[in-house]
């Protein structure tokens, strides 16, 4: 069975980038991905998704064969037919990695996922234990947690890596995947920022759902009950305000 060399698909790729005379960071923006995966392609670490081999070979002015063989092929040579069922094999053994590399970024952040509800749950368990705290279990304090983790599990589960192509070639401020919809003004969604649109709302989703037991606990000790029960509902706007659309904004911004 015919199997990618990783590091010679690398150095071919790295002659061909340079013959360019394209950097890895204008190489990645022209595929919209980062350039750390063009970084790890060349050093022979990974391999493009399968999606990627006809744009790649395409801005780099060979063929998806030359890419998979990792060498040029003259105009006049033609492929036999083990050479082509090799090639074949290939692509769906590179497929077939893709997928095993899905599945295993999957169950890691599964185990994120899981690890931060059982922080959270720990904290509430302690300060329900002491007694100490318990004044901050309002309606509220559970809508913010309940929340985080619905969306933190949306960014880190569920959403998708990449954008469709319309997103690259529109200004589009809003996506939507099911029930769940991003909407924000002045904000144009696109592979170049979406990477860094999933960071950022994995990051402040779940960072909400762990620091909100402490936080509440803080600012009523710094506060006092009755300060703290008269302006519970700005405090939890501010911090989803601070935490969640400030941050997402900024990088969308920023990578747009």
Excluded at 57 to 77: D, F, H, M, N
Excluded at 163 to 181: H, T, V
Excluded at 230 to 239: D, K, S
Aim: proline share 3%; charged share 25%; net charge positive.
């Amino acid at each position: 069975m015919f199997e990618i060399d990783k590091e010679r698909f690398g150095a071919f790729l790295l002659e061909l980038r340079k013959e360019k005379g394209y950097t890895q960071k204008q190489l990645a923006e022209k595929l919209f991905v980062s350039d750390k995966a063009v970084s790890k392609w060349e050093r022979g670490l990974s391999l493009p998704d399968i999606t990627l081999l006809g744009p790649l070979a395409e801005i780099l002015g060979v063929t998806v064969t030359e890419l998979l063989q990792a060498q040029r092929i003259s105009e006049e040579k033609t492929l036999t037919k083990p050479e082509v069922d090799a090639l074949v094999s290939g692509s769906l053994r590179l497929s077939a990695e893709e997928q095993e590399e899905k599945r295993l970024k999957q169950r890691k952040n599964m185990i994120r996922y899981l690890l931060c509800m059982a922080l959270a749950g720990v904290e509430i368990w302690l300060l329900l234990y002491a007694e100490v705290g318990k004044e901050i279990f309002f309606t509220g304090f559970f809508t913010i947690e309940g929340l985080s983790f619905l969306f933190g599990a949306w960014f880190l589960l569920f959403a998708r890596e990449t954008l469709p192509a319309f997103y690259d070639e529109n200004k589009i401020n809003y996506y939507s995947q099911g029930p769940f919809r991003i909407h924000i003004a002045g904000v144009y969604f696109n592979n170049r920022n979406w990477p860094h649109v999933l960071r950022a709302g994995r990051i402040s989703m779940l960072g909400i759902a762990v620091i909100n037991p402490l936080l509440n606990f803080l600012l009523l000790k710094a506060t006092g009950e009755v300060l703290w029960r008269r302006y519970e509902g700005y405090v939890c706007l501010a911090v989803v305000l601070c935490i969640v659309f400030i941050p997402i904004v900024a990088v969308a911004k920023k990578n747009e």
